[in-house]
């Protein structure tokens, strides 16, 4: 893990867990239920990844951490479509980028999520490098999710990396955001 990972980690969290409650007083500007009577929704996501393929060293991670934080509009019953800011941080330092969102609801409460987007900005230069994700939820409170991002590292060539793991999001994402700073900030 760079020395950079954390300080954008806890910068990113504190924002999400300062401005996310205010919105969530809105009428239901958190609420991604097919039933919720807003047209509208923002999103705000926080996953934890597994990946695929491991890579040896002694600062090689198996994990890899990600936040959503947008908005989607219903475009029909049980569709909804909109854009995210994806920020996702390892030992390789982060990337953000914008993404392209997409919520099919198979259900009232289980929903079937798609992202596609670019990273523009890494921890080493700016460049564009290819994400995706495809998630299953619940109430958009807590689910699984699968994705596949090229990335740019210090140590090695541009390479794919694939990643499966358990995404937060509405209140419980805002909720875990400080715990998380703590544990980021106290690793530095």
Known sequence: MTRSTPLTFGLFSTVLAVFAPGMAHGAGILDGNRDADNRGFAVVETSIGWRLVQR????????????????????????????AVKLTTDESGFRVGPVVRHRRWLG?????????????????????????????????????????????????????????????????????????????????
């Open 108 to 188: 009232n409460d289980v929903a079937v999520d798609v992202g596609a987007g670019l990273y523009v900005r890494s921890a080493f230069e700016t460049t564009l490098m290819p994400t995706t994700d495809l998630a299953l939820s619940y109430k958009g409170l807590v689910g699984v999710h699968a994705g596949f991002d090229l990335v740019h590292s210090w140590d090695r060539a541009p390479h794919g990396e694939g990643h499966v793991g358990l995404r937060l999001g509405k209140g419980l994402a805002p909720a875990v955001m400080v715990p998380l700073l703590a544990i980021a900030v106290g690793g530095q």
């Open 56 to 83: 040896e060293g002694p600062w090689i991670s198996p994990w890899a951490w990600s936040w959503n934080l947008g908005y989607l509009d219903r475009t029909e019953e049980r569709a909804a479509w909109g854009a």
